[in-house]
């Protein structure tokens, strides 16, 4: 009688669980940004570092790669611009800055160089993506959302506050540098407005 075969014995970590299992959505509202931008503002030193990152990744759409590689001189602080290179083979775009952005960035430890990285860690060296990561996380906890936050977030976030505005899907696509305007359609699909007087009493 031949010999039964042993199950093969798997290696390494165990698989990571999708992400709809973890959370049930995968974006912030502008008002948890706000939460996050806070708390990240009590932690630390870095403080006012970690606080404007939190805003740019919002405001910008930012991958966390895009945010950490910002250098000053895609800033046009005359113009009041900011020049958005895209990862993924994203199309970049000239996005204006607010106020409050521009008075963010001016407060930073490098403002007056207008060269080399804009987020330092404080020997001065780029601020890598996992070190972001950790400061979402951590303002995560101290902002008390009872959910596990990452970077992405603020990209998506971004979208659905854009499509909750109302702007055109083209307007959107450009924006975020998205190549396939199917990417952006999930942000208007589940836009809070888009049902708006459906039903009325």
């Not at 948890?32 to 990240?40: D, M, T």
């Not at 570092?49 to 001189?73: K, P």
């Not at 890598?128 to 995560?140: I, K, N």
């Amino acid at each position: 009688m031949p010999r039964k075969k042993k199950p093969a014995i798997k290696h390494g970590p165990p698989a990571r669980k999708p992400n709809r299992e973890v959370r049930t959505r995968e974006h912030l509202t502008s008002g948890e940004v706000e939460q996050l931008r806070r708390a990240a503002s009590r932690l630390g030193r870095n403080g006012h570092r970690d606080s404007t990152m939190i805003l740019l990744a919002f405001r910008h759409g930012l991958r966390c790669a895009e945010l950490v590689s910002l250098r000053w001189d895609q800033i046009d602080f005359d113009r009041r611009v900011i020049f958005v290179g895209r990862k993924k083979r994203g199309k970049p775009s000239t996005h204006p800055l607010t106020r409050t952005e521009l008075a963010a960035l001016r407060k930073l430890p490098g403002f007056g160089e207008r060269r080399g990285p804009i987020f330092t860690s404080e020997r001065k060296a780029p601020l890598s993506e996992r070190s972001f990561h950790h400061v979402v996380a951590r303002a995560g906890r101290e902002a008390g959302l009872n959910f596990a936050v990452h970077p992405h977030m603020f990209r998506h976030a971004c979208g659905y506050e854009l499509a909750n505005q109302g702007r055109d899907t083209r307007a959107i696509q450009d924006y975020l540098g998205h190549s396939n305007i199917q990417h952006t359609v999930r942000y208007t699909e589940l836009a809070s407005n888009r049902f708006e007087g459906f039903f009325e009493d």
